[in-house]
């Protein structure tokens, strides 16, 4: 059976052709599309691993007449005595820039023992950090204002990042290395006090990836203009203006407050719209393809009324003749699917782009049922008119 | 004869309706998602209000700070302190505009929060912006001079900041807990333009930050206009020409920056980014292979609903060989009928676009972007759409004129 259907094919090799190299092409667009769409749902499922409701970020200019390290910690000390004293504010974290679903991003390559070099996201934070996010510890403590007499930075690193440099060991109490090429000197050293749960920080539909929250230093501090805080449920925009103009009189630079839950919807839409243009984009390809496919296939069937009626006349029933039809287009899918699968298994074999192998073998099941499925059903109305040929009005044409 | 052509293209598109159903629909949504996509390109990068001037401006968006020793380098745009001191001081531009880049604040009405983007700038900023004054008027070296706390709103401002009222110039607004004397509404610039957008223009003089401080990096930009385009190589080499004797900062060695146009100036800090012109050939050279890979799957569809169609008329083909058409002529026909095809896709394709464009305009996807069909993008669809007329029509055409004229006859 499927040897006649191939000499059947290979017979109109050249007409055949081009139909493949379209195949081919619908399914490395489906392969990027399904590898889009997998990779974007694997992430959408995993848990946010912290509270985001009633954050607010305040982020300010840090004032250019403090410099010296112990006025930059009386002057940090004096804003926080003043905002916890306002009964809606329940905790607040002095931090770098990169707060969560914000555009900036701070990672540097870090080393345990002499053999791991890993990139990860560095957050600077304080002994309060964790209670503004409401993050889960899986392993040790978070920092205190103790630890800052240690040898060692404390930090707190996150699951991720604890897998990958501990793997089932434990990971408390590690000292780690951090490659700080711009200062001249050889290494920064942390000491892990804990582990906490993954923090989904980039948006919903983004990966989770490696992070260390360091305890921030005083010439860090110089630098930081950003603050977290979490605020009673219900607060509302007359506190925050209140706020608002006793920060800007105390801070006396350009300030703003923003929420975490606005700023991951416009997070979010970052990585929405060009996902749906892509969408867009390969849906009408697909239906361009699809519609062509159909009128190729239609057309064939009506050249090849002849022999369709011949078949029938020798006892050929009208289900064997469309399913022979369907049959052909079904190897003539499968020789691009074979090429298209040899280029897209090139993408987890040379581990381009970083992501598990796993999405891209799902992506390519995928797409693999989905040209089946889109071929079966183009070639579906051909065959189901080829089985509708009588072959006295077919052989009569001759 | 053409005339003929196109009678005998009509009849063939009449008769198979399907077919030319599915060949017009690749061709017209092929070339409305094109001209949408460039659109929006040329939307961002042309020269669009208030930046009409780009054709003859140059921007300096970023410094770049290297150690070569470390590998290490400090990307970003550059203080007021040096663009005052080294750019505004060039020769050879007409006018240097400097304006910080828009850092939101909020403002607090009715109990209401209001986010304002505010820019600070100097008074050749509203000379080399063409903003659109619906009320009063740009602020003054004067008034900046004196430090006055005086500001030119966006018209989204006014309507949110004040509602539905007339007149707001000689009314006081707050924003980052100041309040600002209005001087002027321009119409409102869409986030897009990166460099003019604001909610809120003040003088860099009533800057919370130290507009003196003396280092190189901070968080401006500025705009170098000529006289007209010729000026453009003049300028770029005197920039040049100060850039070379400027030291940098403390804990480097190598200090780059150049005056680039637009799109260039913001390529310079990226991998794609050289010299020369700031990576936008690169940029260009990336973006048609892209739209050649995009086009490439409804090409093939169409040279294969091509392929299905000429040999449909294979009896025709057998007569005219027969009576001694060339291949040659043969071909031309099918190319022509097939050119004719695609400017009907074309037509289709185009109003199709305005269509869209309009829907994507009033829909406020991006608020105030006004996107439009300008001749540049119509010029390129219609390059396209005869690329893709030869394209899909060359081959069928070359595989029908080869066709000998017995076999063409006999599938009678």
Known sequence: MFSHLFKLIWNKKKQNALLIIEMFISFIVMFAVFTLVVFSYNNYKQPMGFDYNNVWVINFFPPENITRNDSVSMFHDELKKTMLAMRQIEEISFTGNNV?????????????????????????????????????????????????????????????????????????????????????????????????????????????????????????????????????????????????????????????????????????????????????????????????????????????????????????????????????????STISLVIGCFFAFQFPLLNVFDLSAGIYLAAIALSIIFIYALVTLCAFYPGKQAAAIYPAVALHEE | ???????????????????????????????????????????????????????????????????????????????????DHYVRTLKTPAKVAISSLFSPTNTYINNKKLVINLKYTNDAYWDVMEYKFIEGKPYTLQQINNGERIAVISEDTKKNYFGDVPNVVGKYIEADNVQYRVAGVVK??????????????????????????????????????????????????????????????????VFVSGADPYLGSFLRATPLGDSRNGGISKLIFIGSIFVLLFMLLPTLNLININISRIMERSSEIGVRKAFGASGMTLVGQFIVENIILTFFGCIIGIALSFLILQVLNNSNLIANMHLTVNLTVLFFSLVACVVFGLLSGVYPAWRMSRLQVVTALKAQ
């Open chain 1, 100 to 332: 969560p679903f914000s555009m900036s991003t701070s990672n540097s390559s870090i080393n345990y023992g002499s053999h791991k070099n890993v990139m990860a996201n560095m957050y600077q934070a304080e002994e309060t950090f964790n209670k503004v996010m409401k993050m889960q510890m899986i392993e040790g403590r978070w920092f205190t204002k103790a630890d800052d007499a240690s040898k060692y930075t404390p930090v707190v690193i996150n699951r991720k990042l604890k897998e990958e440099l501990f793997g089932s060991e434990n990971a408390v109490g590690k000292v780690l290395g951090e490659q700080i090429i711009e200062k001249g000197t050889a290494e920064n050293r942390f000491r892990v006090m804990g582990v906490t749960e993954n923090v989904k920080d980039k948006g919903s539909y983004q990966a989770i990836e490696n992070g260390m929250y360091i305890k921030m230093d005083s010439g860090w501090a110089r630098w930081s203009g950003t603050m977290i805080l979490k605020v009673k449920p219900g607060t509302d925009a007359a506190f925050e203006s209140k706020l608002f103009k006793t920060l800007s009189n105390a801070i006396g630079t350009n300030i703003e407050i923003e929420h975490l839950d606005k700023k991951l919807v416009s997070k979010n839409k970052v990585m929405l719209v060009p996902m749906i243009i892509a969408f867009v984009v390969a849906g009408f390809l697909i239906i361009n393809v699809a519609l062509g496919l159909f009128g190729v296939l239609w057309y064939n069937i009506n050249k090849r009324r002849g022999e369709i009626g011949l078949r029938r006349a020798v006892g050929a029933t009208g289900d064997s003749v469309s399913k022979q039809l369907v049959g052909e287009v079904l190897v003539l």
């Open chain 2, 188 to 253: 409102s610039v869409p986030a897009t333009m990166f460099v003019s957008y604001a909610d809120l223009y003040v003088p860099y003089t009533v800057s919370k930050t130290d507009y003196k401080h003396k280092s190189l990096m901070g968080n401006y930009t500025a705009i170098l206009l000529g006289n007209s385009k010729e000026d453009l190589p003049k300028i770029k080499a005197e920039y040049a020409s100060v850039v070379s004797k400027i030291k940098p900062d403390g804990g480097f060695d």
């Open chain 2, 1 to 83: 004869m053409l005339k003929n052509y196109f009678k005998i293209a009509i009849a063939v598109l009449k008769r198979r309706k399907f077919f030319t159903f599915i060949s017009l629909f690749g061709i017209s949504f092929t070339l409305t998602i094109l001209i949408v996509m460039t659109a929006f390109v040329d939307n961002i990068t042309g020269a669009n209000y208030p930046e009409v001037n780009r054709e003859r401006s140059l921007y300096i968006t970023t410094l770049q700070q290297k150690n070569v020793k470390y590998f290490s380098q400090q990307n970003g745009p550059a203080s007021f302190y040096y663009l």
